[in-house]
């Protein structure tokens, strides 16, 4: 079976970031298509149907969001995804998939693909949330819009936290996504904070690699840290996705400057994320 190294966390937490920066290396190949949504049956992404994660969110009619528990992983399962990893067509070595919808599924993960690598990403709330906040603004590269009021990972309950304030609405995603990632630790590798990750990426692939391998490369990757976007949230930005400047560019920096179309937090924004986010925010340090 191949190696897998499995990437979590909320969205806009610096998931595309890791899978990319692990690809651009050469450390580990994606042979699947895009997050391999089609893999886990996670078409659509917010409302899934495939098999097998789609039928477990229509068992509850959506109200247990995107979570999976371990029960979840009989021997059906296991059988369907692994014969759909044995059809993959890559280069041989570590294969990486980053999905933020694993994110509230890590013991399903863990009883599925026990010798998996499973890393999660965790960014401080107020940026996360700023980046989260760009998704409820329609605009041409606005990507899939919200769907019954909500974007991206789906807790349970999430249809009771639907609300007009999106800060406040995406504060609470995050505290919950991010508290049920606590919850289910042990099944974690590595946590990494997306800071971390920016200010010392070659240190971060050499771990995430170890901690697949078994054995830290001689040099994963000759890397200068990246440009930390957390504060972003105090000057504007863009609306568009920092990731499309990839697609464009081909490298991982993204401009020093752009046009501001999304505000700046104002102080009472910041308080109440920090307020909402503190407990589980306090428990990560």
């Not at 068992?59 to 296991?78: K, L, Q, V």
């Not at 919200?146 to 304030?165: F, I, M, S, T």
């Not at 971390?196 to 490369?217: I, K, M, N, W, Y």
């Not at 040099?219 to 930390?228: E, G, I, N, W, Y």
Request: overall charge neutral.
């Amino acid at each position: 079976m191949k190696r897998l190294i499995l990437v979590v966390g909320l969205q806009k937490s610096g998931t595309t970031l890791l899978s990319r920066l692990l690809q651009e290396t050469g450390l580990a190949t994606n042979p699947f298509e895009g997050e391999g949504n089609a893999f886990w049956g996670n078409e659509p992404p917010f409302s899934p149907e495939g098999e097998p994660a789609g039928a477990i969110y229509r068992a509850t009619g959506g109200e247990r969001g995107h979570e999976i528990g371990a029960g979840y992983a009989d021997a059906g399962t296991a059988r369907l995804l692994r014969s759909r990893l044995e059809a993959l067509d890559s280069a041989p070595g570590l294969w990486v998939n980053k999905n933020p919808y694993n994110s509230l599924r890590l013991p399903w993960l863990r009883a599925l693909f026990p010798e998996s690598t499973i890393v999660s990403l965790v960014r401080r709330p107020v940026p996360n949330v700023y980046s989260l906040a760009k998704k409820y603004v329609p605009h041409a590269e606005s990507g899939r819009p919200p769907e019954e009021g909500w974007w991206g990972v789906k807790p349970p309950g999430w249809r009771a936290l639907v609300q007009d304030d999106k800060v406040v609405q995406c504060a609470r995603q995050w505290s919950l996504v991010n508290g049920a990632i606590l919850r289910d630790r042990h099944h974690l590798d590595l946590l990494i904070p997306y800071h971390e990750l920016c200010a010392r990426p070659a240190d971060v692939l050499a771990d995430v690699v170890a901690h697949c391998t078994g054995s830290t490369p001689a040099s994963p990757a000759d890397l200068a840290p990246l440009r930390c976007l957390d504060d972003e949230h105090e000057h504007g930005s863009r609306l568009r996705s920092k990731n499309r400047y990839y697609a464009e560019r081909g490298d991982l920096e993204v401009p020093a400057s752009e046009p501001v179309e999304f505000p700046p937090f104002d102080a009472d924004q910041r308080e109440r994320i920090e307020r909402v986010c503190a407990a589980v925010a306090g428990r990560i340090g």
